[in-house]
């Protein structure tokens, strides 16, 4: 559009970003360059209480230059290489199916209007990952997420969401070489075109038959792609850009518990091997195939759980060769410790006290607190050992903190009985570039009995529940029995 507002443009862009990164919300994330803030990657983490749980679903976001007054272009990114469709709308080439995005016709008022942005696009896109995803598919809205089908659907989500948008993401941030003999069937990949998507197909398929289930599946219609040479160049460079790491490296941390006890459920439900069921709306490529292979998910995620503590001894280990360098985070970390170690140590905290210190005395990228419980609370005699391991590109990268003594806290994630660690606190800095906004989150976190409910923070499922209460009339009950085993880990939290 040749009389196009680009200036107004930008700065709208900008300031939607700006609301997104400094939301409450804590299932969005979003990242530009400063180069192109039209070039957005968004991040949604799965609703809870969903087959999509606390899986990291990304999408590529573009703003066109007559934005907002045309609506923005989004693909799903989280494909499993372009051969898994993980809703009836997130096709598995990419496609996101939302009037509001003109994929997909809608009613009158449903489609884009300039009052909409990228926090509304983001939220449809979320509301798409519901519990009963089956319904999203035109036809099936009258299917109860209790039948055969859609139950099926719902298991094999699950699996995936685990296997694909966990365990692959983790371990290929982490470099683990993962076995290769994955549980899915053979798709045969379609040939690419020069800009590296996949060509439609000359055809759509006009039904194929459900290999489980022997229904027929009608067909859906092909994208097409033009060539754009612009695109081809930013794809490129876009590949090798991966904003959300760390940010998933400490949720994956945050919700350790719940993913081994969906697994650990799953293990219960499905026999090794079991083929997923094709749904009536699928056909490959653009569906979900595969087998189920629980006990499989229950290693690599130990594993990947085991080299994130390997990533935080290692921080430990090279904070210690730059603090010898007297680099200047080093020499910045000692001075934060010896001030901040004073003002704790004066009692600058109203409630408790917590006490700093340097395993090390050479290394200031790994510290030791102890923090005493508050007298006349829950907390009232536990003394708990902390380990908050610094890494070299702070602030970039964010603290580890892990619990070195026991505690039964719903804002602390348990940990398998052979780790040394003993839980991952969920807890959140005003000033993520300052270590003093850690400590004093840390205490806010643990010491909170008024906590804001937010189903997106359990870490503990089981301290969750006591908490907040699970049922009618039982409320009462349980937080007290959530207070006796707080009580009962401050006391003996001494004894070790």
């Not at 060509?199 to 219609?221: H, Q, R």
């Not at 060769?321 to 170690?341: H, M, S």
Request: hydrophobic content about 30%.
């Amino acid at each position: 559009m040749a009389n196009a507002n680009t200036s107004g443009a930008i700065a709208r862009i900008t300031r939607e970003i700006r609301q997104v990164q400094h939301g409450a919300d804590l299932s969005l994330a979003v990242a530009c360059r400063d180069s192109d803030v039209r070039h957005i990657r968004g991040l949604i983490i799965g609703p809870p209480e969903t087959p999509y749980e606390y899986g990291f679903f990304e999408f590529d976001i573009k703003m066109p230059k007559d934005y907002p007054i045309k609506s923005p272009v989004v693909r799903a990114l989280t494909t499993n290489g372009c051969r898994t469709r993980f809703n009836p709308n997130i096709y598995a080439e990419g496609k996101v199916c939302l009037s509001i995005l003109g994929t997909w016709r809608g009613e009158k008022g449903e489609e884009w209007s300039s009052a909409q942005g990228l926090e509304s696009i983001m939220l449809s896109i979320q509301s798409l990952m519901s519990s009963h995803p089956y319904e999203n598919e035109p036809g099936f809205e009258g299917h109860k997420k209790e039948d055969p089908n859609p139950k099926a659907y719902i298991e094999k989500i699950h699996h995936e969401t685990i296997r694909i948008s966990v365990c692959n993401r983790l371990e290929g941030h982490l470099n683990i070489d993962r076995d290769r003999t994955v549980s899915s069937f053979h798709v045969p990949k379609r040939p690419r075109t020069d800009n590296g998507s996949f060509s439609p197909a000359e055809k759509s398929p006009k039904a194929t038959t459900n290999a489980s289930s022997g229904l027929s599946t009608p067909a859906t219609e092909a994208s097409i792609y033009e060539y754009d040479a612009e695109a081809t160049y930013s794809a490129l460079d876009q590949s090798q850009w991966d904003p959300f790491a760390d940010l998933m490296k400490r949720r994956f941390l945050w919700y350790y518990d719940t993913y081994i006890a969906t697994v650990n459920a799953g293990i219960t439900q499905h026999s090794r091997h079991s083929p997923f069921t094709r749904m009536e709306f699928e056909y490959p490529p653009n569906s979900m195939e595969g087998k189920f292979d629980y006990p499989d998910l229950l290693k690599r995620l130990r594993r990947i759980k085991t080299a994130l503590d390997q990533e935080g001894e290692r921080w430990a280990r090279e904070g210690a060769k730059q603090a010898e360098k007297c680099t200047q985070l080093a020499v910045q970390l000692a001075f934060q410790f010896k001030q901040l170690q004073h003002k704790w140590k004066e009692g600058s905290y109203d409630t408790s006290r917590l006490e700093l210190n340097l395993p090390d005395p050479d290394n200031p990228f790994l510290w030791h607190l102890a923090l005493f419980g508050a007298p006349m609370t829950n907390l009232d005699g536990g003394i708990w050992h902390l380990r908050l391991t610094i890494p070299l590109d702070f602030p970039s990268t964010q603290p580890r903190l892990h619990f070195l003594t026991p505690i039964f806290h719903h804002r602390v994630s348990c940990a398998d009985e052979d780790s040394e660690t003993k839980g991952t606190l969920c807890y959140f800095p005003e000033k993520e570039d300052e270590i003093s906004s850690h400590l004093t989150a840390i205490m806010v976190a643990i010491e909170d009995e008024q906590p804001v409910f937010d189903p997106r923070a359990v870490v503990n499922p089981e301290a969750f529940k006591l908490f907040w209460g699970v049922g009618e009339g039982r409320k009462g009950e349980e937080r007290k029995e959530y207070n006796r085993r707080l009580r009962r880990s401050a006391q003996e939290s001494g004894e070790i």
